[in-house]
C-alpha cells in the first residue's frame, strides 16, 4: 500500500499574506480596467501593484509628520537621525526618551517635536493601538489618529493606504492625485474636491489602487504626455 502524499506545510504568516496581497491587487487591476479604458492601459503599462509599505502604524505616523512640508530626501535623513537617536527602535517609548531639544538635533521643528511627543503618549497610554486600529473601520480610524496633534485627515488616509492596506481610500485632498486626475481626465485645471470625489467613482471599491496607479502615472515614462 502506499503512502498517502504529504500536505503540504502551511504557508508562513508573511508569505500568506504576500500571496493575499497580491490576489487582491490582481482583482482590483482586472477591476478597474473594465472600469474605464484609459485606467487600463495605466495598468497594462505600469504593472503589478507594489506600493511600498509600512507593517506598523505607529511609525508609519511617525512618517508622516516627519513628511509634512518637506522633501523626500529631507524626511528620509530626519527619519535615519531619528531612528539612530532611539538606538534603532522608533517605538512610543524610545520617542518619549528623548527631549524636544533632541528631536530638534534629529532636524524636526518645535512643532513636529511636539507633534511627536503627543503621538508617542497616546500609543504608550493605550489610547491608540496597533489592534485597536487594524479593528476599526475607515473612517472609525480617521476619527481616532486625528485626535493627535499634528494628524489630519490625509496623514491619516496615508496611514490607510500604506499601513493598514484598505482597498478603496480616495485621498481628494493629496496634491499629487489632483494633479494626476486633471492629466488623466484631461481638465483644464486642478479639480475641486466634488470633481474628485466623482472622479473616483467608477473605481469603487478598489479607489487605493487607482490611487497608487494615478499617482505612478506622474512618474518617469509613465508621465503626462506619454501616450496612454
Known sequence: ???????????????????VRQQRALLAAEALSRADTRMARLVKRI?????VLTADPFRALVGSIIQQQVSMSAAAAIQKRLR????????????LGLESAALRGCGLSRQKAAYLHDLAQHFAEGRLTSRQLRRLEDEAVIAAVTQVKGVGRWTAEMLLIFCLERPDVWPIDDLGLRKAVRFFAGLAEMPA??????????????????SWYLWRSLEGPFMPGVSL
Open 193 to 210: 474636491a466634488e470633481v474628485m470625489r466623482t472622479a473616483g467613482e467608477p473605481f469603487r471599491p478598489y479607489r487605493t489602487y487607482a
Open 1 to 19: 500500500m502506499s503512502a498517502r502524499p504529504r500536505p503540504a506545510p502551511p504557508a508562513r504568516p508573511r508569505a500568506a499574506a504576500a500571496l
Open 84 to 95: 539612530q537617536a532611539c538606538d534603532g527602535r522608533i517605538r512610543p517609548e524610545t520617542v
Open 47 to 51: 504593472g503589478p501593484h507594489r506600493p
